[in-house]
């Protein structure tokens, strides 16, 4: 399995410039409206959630923490809360409530916790939902990312 720096094509070194010509220059190429005659969709998703990731800062660092600590190639909604994926929905909230409280700006005072603080309310969005959270388990199981049960 690729790592998110794999899908872009650049190295774990690489600074925010060179991820952002990276996502474009795959999204070009993997685009499925620019790419009409070829079923690139999946592709392009992991490209763009590759993107999502690497781009913010507090994030990369979390998903580096990760491939360093648990040998893990990929972050997914259950890593960003922090949680197993066959957690409970009060096993969501709970976790939700604790790195809310620890990322919400208006708590920390620090407004570059607010892009985390959007990913962690999303996970929870989803995870919380048990028909968006059997949809978003068929998807990443598709490229692999489900956690073991």
Do not use: W
Not at 45 to 74: F, I, N
Request: charge should be positive; include cysteine; hydrophobic fraction near 35%.
């Amino acid at each position: 399995m690729k790592t998110l720096y794999e899908v872009l094509g650049v190295h774990h070194t690489a600074d925010a410039e060179m991820i952002k010509k990276a996502f474009r220059d795959k999204s070009k190429e993997l685009h499925p409206d620019l790419n009409p005659e070829g079923d690139t969709t999946r592709e392009f998703r992991l490209c763009y959630y590759a993107y999502s990731v690497l781009r913010d800062t507090e994030m990369r660092r979390r998903y580096d923490r990760k491939l360093q600590d648990l040998g893990k190639e990929m972050i997914t909604l259950y890593d960003v809360l922090e949680i197993h994926n066959s957690a409970s929905v009060a096993e969501v909230k709970k976790s939700f409530r604790k790195l809310a409280f620890l990322f919400h700006p208006d708590i920390t005072g620090d407004s570059s916790t607010a892009r985390y603080f959007r990913m962690i309310y999303y996970a929870n969005t989803v995870l919380s939902d048990h028909e968006t959270r059997g949809r978003y388990d068929q998807k990443i199981a598709q490229f692999g990312l489900l956690p073991n049960g």
